[in-house]
């Protein structure tokens, strides 16, 4: 056990955070879709630490985090797609899969062996800040221990992973709320990795054709992408209209209910609101959650599909 710092996100606090990340140690920080849990990206024993801390069970690939576009393209092998998407969308929820760069630098626990490299600049200031501090590539899969809901907030953080990690630089609640959509540049195609905290119909706009969903089994190792993922220890219902004698109920729209996403019926409020309610309801220790229905258009395609999987028979 190690005594977990909880850093101010002012000037002392991101110049410790930084230095702790140059030092090898793993902190958690937030960005504007979910809190990630950085180690330097170019230090294998570092990124080791990441997979020992979440208990993942797997040496799946993370994304690496970076202050600008500009530094992006040392890692990995620029396209016009790219630029046309990093252009519009960065600093931003959006993740690029491309194809890594030989001269890149980055340890191989990164991209688990795999010849492309995930990559992003997340639009937090706080993000921003640290990453221009520390200097370097940082890679962060979600701050959370693996299997469970993603933390949007500090204590989210420490209530998964206090005394396995180093600090949490402090940012309040992330404004997004999920994780970032992540799109595959590696071949032609564009291809859907990942819903997520950007809506596809926005990807779809810039490019050719609309991204393709993913159906190649080489990657179903990834997080994102297994089944069961994102789960609470209560059990999901989905599109339920009211809730049962053991279950609490997570509404959408005006409504009854314990806890609504959105009662206004926006999207964007359902997606901020989504892991921080489902935290809330878990901890009530309830047997169930029942759901409603969320619509499948622009963020409520990520929506509904980070509910499937809390919903999805656990492993
Ligand atoms: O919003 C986010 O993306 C957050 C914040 C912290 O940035 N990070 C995050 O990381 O969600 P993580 O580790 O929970 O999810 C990483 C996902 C994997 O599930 C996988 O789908 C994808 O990134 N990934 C990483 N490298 C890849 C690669 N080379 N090819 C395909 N997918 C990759
Ligand atoms: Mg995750």
Same mark, same amino acid.
């Given at each position: 056990?190690?005594?977990?710092?909880?850093?101010?996100?002012?000037?002392?606090?991101?110049?410790?955070?930084?230095?702790?990340?140059?030092?090898?140690?793993?902190?958690?920080?937030?960005?504007?879709?979910?809190?990630?849990?950085?180690?330097?990206?170019?230090?294998?024993?570092?990124?080791?630490?990441?997979?020992?801390?979440?208990?993942?069970?797997?040496?799946?690939?993370?994304?690496?985090?970076?202050?600008?576009?500009?530094?992006?393209?040392?890692?990995?092998?620029?396209s016009d797609q790219a630029e046309a998407l990093a252009h519009a969308f960065w600093?931003?929820?959006?993740?690029l899969?491309?194809?890594?760069?030989?001269? &890149? /630098? *980055? !340890?191989?626990?990164?991209? $688990?062996? %795999?010849?492309?490299? @995930?990559?992003? =600049?997340?639009?937090?200031?706080?993000?921003?800040?640290?990453?221009?501090?520390?200097?370097?590539?940082?890679?962060?899969?979600?701050?959370?221990?693996?299997?469970?809901?993603?933390?949007?907030?500090?204590?989210?953080?420490? &209530? /998964? *992973? !206090?005394?396995?990690?180093? $600090?949490? %630089?402090?940012?309040? @609640?992330?404004? =997004?709320?999920?994780?970032?959509?992540?799109i595959?540049l590696?071949?032609?195609?564009p291809?859907?990795?990942?819903?997520?905290?950007?809506?596809?119909?926005?990807v779809?706009m810039l490019l050719p054709?609309?991204?393709?969903?993913?159906?190649?089994?080489?990657?179903?190792? $990834?997080?994102?992408?297994?089944?069961?993922?994102?789960?609470?220890?209560?059990?999901?219902?989905?599109?339920?209209?009211?809730?049962?004698?053991?279950?609490?109920?997570?509404?959408?729209?005006?409504?009854?209910?314990?806890?609504?996403?959105?009662?206004?019926?926006?999207?964007?409020?359902?997606?901020?609101?989504?892991?921080?309610?489902?935290?809330?309801?878990?901890?009530?220790?309830?047997?169930?959650?029942?759901?409603?229905?969320?619509?499948?258009?622009?963020?409520?395609?990520?929506?509904?599909?980070?509910?499937?999987?809390?919903?999805?028979?656990?492993?």
């Open positions: 056990m190690i005594r977990t710092e909880l850093l101010k996100p002012d000037n002392s606090g991101i110049t410790r955070a930084a230095r702790l990340l140059a030092d090898g140690a793993l902190v958690a920080f937030p960005t504007e879709t979910v809190y990630g849990l950085g180690a330097d990206a170019r230090n294998n024993l570092a990124v080791a630490r990441i997979f020992e801390a979440k208990g993942r069970p797997r040496f799946n690939p993370l994304i690496v985090h970076v202050a600008t576009t500009d530094i992006a393209r040392n890692y990995v092998a620029w600093p931003g929820p959006l993740t899969v491309l194809p890594l760069r030989a001269d &890149a /630098g *980055l !340890s191989d626990l990164v991209t $688990a062996g %795999l010849p492309s490299l @995930a990559i992003r =600049v997340p639009a937090h200031p706080l993000a921003h800040r640290l990453l221009t501090a520390f200097g370097g590539p940082v890679a962060a899969p979600s701050a959370n221990p693996s299997g469970r809901i993603s933390p949007t907030t500090a204590a989210h953080v420490l &209530a /998964g *992973l !206090s005394g396995r990690i180093a $600090a949490v %630089l402090d940012g309040g @609640a992330c404004p =997004v709320g999920l994780e970032s959509t992540i595959g590696t071949d032609d195609t291809v859907l990795l990942r819903h997520g905290g950007l809506p596809v119909e926005d779809a054709a609309a991204p393709v969903q993913n159906t190649s089994p080489v990657i179903l190792t $990834a997080p994102g992408q297994m089944e069961s993922h994102y789960a609470p220890a209560a059990r999901l219902r989905l599109n339920a209209a009211s809730p049962k004698p053991d279950e609490a109920m997570l509404g959408f729209g005006a409504m009854d209910c314990d806890l609504n996403l959105s009662p206004r019926e926006d999207l964007a409020e359902a997606a901020a609101n989504l892991f921080p309610h489902l935290h809330s309801l878990d901890a009530r220790h309830v047997a169930g959650i029942a759901v409603s229905t969320i619509p499948e258009r622009g963020l409520g395609r990520a929506i509904n599909d980070r509910l499937r999987r809390a919903a999805a028979p656990r492993p």
